[in-house]
Each structure stands twice: as C-alpha cells, then as structure tokens.
C-alpha cells in the first residue's frame, strides 16, 4: 500500500439497488375517502330542507273546488242623513247669543244664533239716512214742478184772456173803421195789439213745455235714483237681518259647536241640518272592484236580523288608501235607524255561475292574483305555480287556469315568505 494515499472507509453502498414505489394502494384509499366524501354529501342533500322552512301550524290550506260562484261583496256601510243642508256663514261678526245646541231637531225659521256686526249697523244708518234725504230732494222737486205748472197755468189763463180783450177790440174797430168813426191808423194799433198777444202766448207755450219737461225729467230720475237707493236699502238691511241666523229648513242640527264670543268669518262651515226620518248608508269598498259597480246594482243591508232592500245610489272614483266611496239608498226605510249606525251590506255584482273556486283571502293580495303556492309530489312541500283569476267576491275567487280540481293551496298570507319558490311545512 502507498503510505501517501489516503485512507478510503469500505461501505455497503456499492451493493444497494433501486426498488420503484407502487402507488395503487393510495390510488384505492383515495378513491374510497372521495366516494365516502360523495355518499355523505348525497346524504346531507337528503336530509336539507326542500325550501323555506315553515311550521305547518301557521298556515292554512284549502282545496280548489267547483261550485256556484256568487259574484258579490260584503262591505260595512254608516248610516247618512238622506238630505243635508249645510249651514255656512253669509256675514262675519262676533256671537251674541247662541240659542240652539247641536242634536237638537229644529224647526224651518228657528233662531240659532244671534251675531253683532258694528259696521253693518253703521252701514244701515248710512244708508237709511241717504235715503230720508233724497225723499226731501224728490218731495222739493215735485213741489218746484207743481208750482211751474201752476204757474204757467195762471200765466196762459192771463194772456188768453188778454188775447181774447184784444180780438173783441180789433173786431170792433173793424166794424167802426168801415162806418168811417175811427182811423184806420187805430185800426192798425188794435191788430198789432193782437198780433203781440197771440206771440206772447206762443211764446209762453214754447217755454213753459220746456220748462215743465225738464223739471219732469229730474223729477223721473230722483225717482229713479230713490228705488235704487230703496233696493240698496233692503239689502243692507238684509244684511243685517242676516245676523239673526234662522234655521233655513226643519230637521236635526248637526256639527254644530259654536260659543258665544267666538268670530265668524265669511263662508266658514257652522254645521248642517239632517233629514231626522230618511237615511241613506255611505260605505268604503276596495279598488278591485272600481270597474265592477255600476249606479243601480241591488244590494241587501242587515238590521236587527232583517234584511233591507237597497240599491247603489252613488259612486265616488277617487281612490284613497287603496279604497273608494259608494253611497246607497233604500227601497224602503227602516225603523229606528239612528245616523252613525254601521250595517253589513251584501252588494250583488252579478249572477251566480259554476265555477273552480278557492277561498278569497290576503294571500292574494300579497301575489297579487298572479300565483300561489300548490301542493307537490311530497305532501309537505308547496312550489309556486302561476294562475290566472277571473271574478273576486269577499269570500271567493273564480280560477280560470292553472289550477285543477282538488289541488291544495296555501291560503294565509304570502308575506312572510318573501321571494320564496318552495315551502316546506315542518311538522
């Protein structure tokens, strides 16, 4: 051996070989641990709920049935007076007195209520006092007119009998003029005499019918102006009239709460006065049925386990909180009907048809008629389905499609349910 060369330590490593691994046996257990995993997860699916989970307590259900669809609503209905008169102030004023109390039955010119108005009152002595005044301008006038007349008059009868003096003397000197005693220049003297008288009465002809025209006109209009003062008069006294206010019509004073003190203004409600005997029923009915009714439509009010004959005297279109106004009227009064009273009344719509029917009800509404909630293969589960709706009453609705006879429905309310497809009903 060389002592130089380096020592070199004898392993085994020269005499190892390289086995491969073999993996099928971690394929097998892999496949397994998958397969188990996929066996769990199948059972899982089977055991989760098939849809939202409600508890079977809560809600209802009903079968889709056939039968006789009444095509009519329930609704509850006030007592109205059948004639009302409202009273509304015509004059402002403070309250003096109040003689009536609401409630009570009045007869057609009581006294209510009494107002103080200072300024009507001063208008009234205003016009009282043109009034006087302009009666002394006609009375002047007619005594002026009187008095031209009766001058003129004395004054024609001057000058006519002048006139007649001076036809008496021109025919005289005529005659004497032809017998050659006078001159014919006193001739011409006498007829110029006569000529002057019959001017002076043309003259005073001309001027006194003007004269007696003029004062006739004025007096026409002073006149004139005194009957409209006279009209203007009554009205304001009218007015003031109208501060004792009376009742306008008989009947039962209603709303009717005014204090003594209090100011009224012009046009202000006060109250009204109701028809005590004759009644009418007022009644919300849903929106659903706006293009339904029709004035005239026959309908039955309960009172004290009888049945009245009504019919569907007004309509009022406006909706209000999803609800519109009907008013109705009776064929025959009843007794002892009282105003405020409430009485369920059955208005008909139309007549009745068979029909595949369901329960009217909330559920509905929430869905707004266009699906429900059916019944599967497993009992316990309802999937949503669309429908389609014709006729609604209070307790019916009229199925057109998509629903067959004997179906279950879930018939409570949809609302809890949000957008939920299926329910399952947890026992």
Same mark, same amino acid.
């Given at each position: 051996?060389?002592?130089?060369?380096?020592?070199?330590?004898?392993?085994?490593?020269?005499?190892?070989?390289?086995?491969?691994?073999?993996?099928?046996?971690?394929?097998?257990?892999?496949?397994?641990?998958?397969?188990?995993?996929?066996?769990?997860?199948?059972?899982?699916?089977?055991?989760?709920?098939?849809?939202?989970?409600?508890?079977?307590?809560?809600?209802?259900?009903?079968?889709?049935?056939?039968?006789?669809?009444?095509?009519?609503?329930?609704?509850?209905?006030?007592?109205?007076?059948?004639?009302?008169?409202?009273?509304?102030?015509?004059?402002?004023?403070?309250?003096?007195?109040?003689?009536?109390?609401?409630?009570?039955?009045?007869?057609?010119?009581?006294?209510?209520?009494?107002?103080?108005?200072?300024?009507?009152?001063?208008?009234?002595?205003?016009?009282?006092?043109?009034?006087? =005044?302009?009666?002394?301008? *006609?009375?002047?006038?007619? /005594?002026?007119?009187? +008095?031209? @007349?009766?001058?003129? $008059?004395? !004054?024609?009868?001057?000058?006519?009998?002048?006139?007649?003096?001076?036809?008496?003397?021109?025919?005289?000197?005529?005659?004497?003029?032809?017998?050659?005693?006078?001159?014919?220049?006193?001739?011409?003297?006498?007829?110029?005499?006569?000529?002057?008288?019959?001017?002076?009465?043309?003259?005073?002809?001309?001027?006194?019918?003007?004269?007696?025209?003029?004062?006739?006109?004025?007096?026409?209009?002073?006149?004139?102006?005194?009957?409209?003062? =006279?009209?203007?008069?009554? *009205?304001?006294?009218?007015? /003031?009239?109208?501060? +004792?206010? @009376?009742?306008?019509? $008989?009947? !039962?004073?209603?709303?009717?709460?005014?204090?003594?003190?209090?100011?009224?203004?012009?046009?202000?409600?006060?109250?009204?006065?109701?028809?005590?005997?004759?009644?009418?029923?007022?009644?919300?009915?849903?929106?659903?049925?706006?293009?339904?009714?029709?004035?005239?439509?026959?309908?039955?009010?309960?009172?004290?386990?009888?049945?009245?004959?009504?019919?569907?005297?007004?309509?009022?279109?406006?909706?209000?909180?999803?609800?519109?106004?009907?008013?109705?009227?009776?064929?025959?009064?009843?007794?002892?009907?009282?105003?405020?009273?409430?009485?369920?009344?059955?208005?008909?719509?139309?007549?009745?048809?068979?029909?595949?029917?369901?329960?009217?009800?909330?559920?509905?509404?929430?869905?707004?008629?266009?699906?429900?909630?059916?019944?599967?293969?497993?009992?316990?589960?309802?999937?949503?389905?669309?429908?389609?709706?014709?006729?609604?009453?209070?307790?019916?609705?009229?199925?057109?499609?998509?629903?067959?006879?004997?179906?279950?429905?879930?018939?409570?309310?949809?609302?809890?349910?949000?957008?939920?497809?299926?329910?399952?009903?947890?026992?």
């Amino acid at each position: 051996m060389n002592a130089n060369k380096p020592h070199l330590a004898v392993t085994g490593a020269a005499m190892d070989s390289h086995v491969p691994q073999r993996h099928g046996k971690k394929i097998a257990y892999a496949c397994a641990a998958l397969l188990a995993v996929l066996l769990a997860g199948y059972g899982g699916l089977r055991l989760l709920p098939k849809g939202l989970q409600v508890a079977a307590g809560e809600v209802r259900i009903a079968s889709v049935e056939r039968g006789m669809f009444l095509d009519n609503i329930s609704v509850r209905a006030t007592a109205v007076a059948l004639n009302s008169v409202l009273l509304d102030s015509m004059e402002s004023g403070r309250v003096e007195e109040v003689i009536a109390r609401d409630g009570a039955v009045v007869r057609q010119g009581d006294l209510l209520f009494r107002l103080s108005n200072t300024q009507r009152h001063l208008e009234l002595l205003q016009r009282q006092s043109e009034y006087a =005044q302009q009666i002394t301008n *006609l009375s002047n006038l007619r /005594v002026s007119y009187e +008095a031209s @007349r009766t001058d003129a $008059a004395r !004054r024609f009868a001057d000058l006519e009998f002048n006139l007649a003096q001076a036809h008496k003397l021109h025919d005289r000197n005529s005659r004497l003029q032809q017998q050659a005693y006078i001159s014919a220049q006193a001739l011409e003297e006498s007829a110029d005499k006569l000529a002057l008288q019959q001017q002076l009465l043309k003259d005073l002809q001309a001027s006194s019918a003007t004269e007696l025209a003029i004062k006739h006109d004025a007096v026409t209009q002073m006149e004139g102006a005194l009957t409209r003062l =006279q009209s203007g008069l009554r *009205l304001v006294t009218a007015t /003031v009239d109208a501060l +004792a206010v @009376r009742a306008p019509v $008989a009947g !039962r004073l209603t709303d009717f709460r005014l204090q003594v003190g209090e100011i009224v203004r012009p046009d202000q409600h006060l109250g009204r006065i109701d028809d005590p005997l004759h009644f009418k029923l007022a009644a919300q009915v849903d929106e659903y049925y706006l293009n339904r009714v029709a004035v005239g439509h026959r309908a039955v009010a309960q009172l004290k386990e009888q049945s009245y004959a009504a019919r569907l005297s007004r309509i009022y279109p406006q909706i209000k909180d999803g609800r519109f106004a009907v008013e109705l009227e009776f064929e025959q009064q009843p007794e002892a009907l009282s105003p405020g009273r409430s009485l369920d009344v059955n208005i008909t719509l139309g007549e009745p048809a068979p029909a595949l029917l369901l329960p009217n009800g909330a559920y509905l509404n929430d869905s707004g008629g266009a699906w429900v909630l059916v019944q599967g293969p497993d009992a316990d589960t309802y999937q949503r389905r669309n429908i389609r709706l014709g006729r609604r009453s209070n307790q019916q609705a009229e199925v057109l499609s998509g629903l067959a006879l004997g179906e279950k429905v879930i018939v409570s309310g949809y609302a809890q349910y949000g957008k939920a497809e299926r329910v399952q009903l947890r026992r």
